[in-house]
């Protein structure tokens, strides 16, 4: 009978841990803009007072993109860029380690054309950021 409630208690732990998203809630919009492949960058303006973060997230829709490198600006004036040259297809994700917590003031995005992208449709580039 022990053996019975083990695994019924094991059982409902794994379907209560396989129901909750992992860290859904982590992520805090900042921004987003729509790519028309006329410029080579774009850059997303971050609310004042935010909040600190330690990782951004592109997520990507409507077309493929190559990103080259993502230059990050805090507020107090200190940059630092990420070099990644690295495609990111549409409905796709990439996560980004900042080396520590920064208020951030604008992250800019350089991209290029993929040669398989679509030049009729724009990419959407939405930006989140974590702690």
């Known amino acids: 009978m022990k053996l019975v409630s083990r695994v019924v208690c094991l059982a409902a732990l794994v379907l209560l841990l396989c129901n909750v998203p992992a860290h859904a809630a982590d992520?805090?919009?900042l921004g987003e803009?729509?790519?028309d492949f006329q410029a080579k960058s774009v850059s997303v303006q971050v609310a004042a007072g935010a909040g600190t973060f330690s990782k951004l997230r592109l997520d990507v829709t409507g077309n493929i993109l190559q990103v080259?490198?993502?230059k990050v600006t805090?507020?107090?004036g200190q940059t630092s860029t990420v070099d990644l040259n690295?495609?990111?297809g549409a409905g796709s994700s990439?996560?980004?380690d900042l080396s520590s917590a920064k208020e951030l003031k604008k992250v800019e995005v350089t991209?290029?054309?993929a040669k398989t992208t679509d030049k009729v449709h724009p990419a959407r580039v939405k930006l989140l950021g974590s702690v």
């Open 68 to 70: 080259i490198d993502v």
């Open 94 to 96: 990439r996560v980004i």
């Open 111 to 113: 991209y290029r054309k």
């Open 86 to 88: 690295e495609f990111i």
């Open 74 to 76: 805090s507020t107090d």
């Open 33 to 35: 803009r729509t790519i």
């Open 27 to 29: 992520w805090t919009p």
